[in-house]
């Protein structure tokens, strides 16, 4: 796969609604270069070092101070992003192209993270509170609507980490990591396309 990481920021003040908008004019543009077969985006991939660790709790628990929270890894993706990489679905759903600003606050969850910290709880329909990836820095409640397979943060990984994929239409951020994957042979063959693409 082809992956380079994109800006958001414009000539103006950056918005939510601005960065969501670009990601989705771009993300236009690079699915008609010849070659691509899909695209997806992510915060962060596998094995780059970049590991955005959040505070969170569990809604209905006693709060705790924001120094004792709990951290998970927290992944702003694009639904393409964890099939893609064929990373499996284990439970409900994984996110969706309706996941966008005003509707449900919605999340993916992987299996350490049920392991570590819903032992024993209904995963499905849980509600978290995690620090989203926004200014000034706040908690938004979040529903788990899906568990998913393990993945690891580097190859000499001590022990799994545990995440929360939430979707880039409701928390786009500044930047962003592109990955394109191409119908058939090198991906590297696409970055021309994908660059004039981009602008």
Not at 98 to 121: I, K, N, Q
Request: contains cysteine; aromatic residues 8%.
């Amino acid at each position: 796969m082809l992956t380079m990481v994109v800006g958001a920021g414009g000539p103006g003040p950056s918005t939510p609604e601005s960065m969501r908008r670009t990601y989705e004019a771009y993300q236009r543009e690079v699915v008609q270069v010849p070659g691509v077969r899909s695209v997806a985006w992510a915060s962060a991939l596998p094995f780059d070092g970049l590991w955005y660790g959040q505070g969170f709790q569990i809604d209905g628990e006693p709060p705790r101070p924001q120094a004792d929270r709990d951290l998970a890894g927290y992944q702003i993706v694009s639904p393409s992003y964890l099939p893609m990489l064929g990373v499996a679905l284990l439970e409900g759903r994984g996110l969706s192209d309706t996941d966008v600003a005003g509707s449900p606050d919605v999340c993916l969850v992987d299996e350490e993270f049920v392991r570590r910290f819903l032992h024993g709880r209904t995963v499905l329909g849980t509600r978290i509170s995690i620090n989203a990836m926004v200014l000034p820095p706040r908690a938004i409640s979040r529903e788990i609507v899906g568990v998913v397979g393990q993945v690891k943060e580097r190859p000499d990984e001590p022990e799994p980490q545990p995440h929360v994929y939430v979707p880039i239409a409701q928390n786009p951020w500044w930047t962003a990591t592109l990955i394109v994957q191409p119908i058939e042979g090198r991906a590297e063959a696409l970055a021309t396309g994908v660059r004039a693409a981009l602008g």
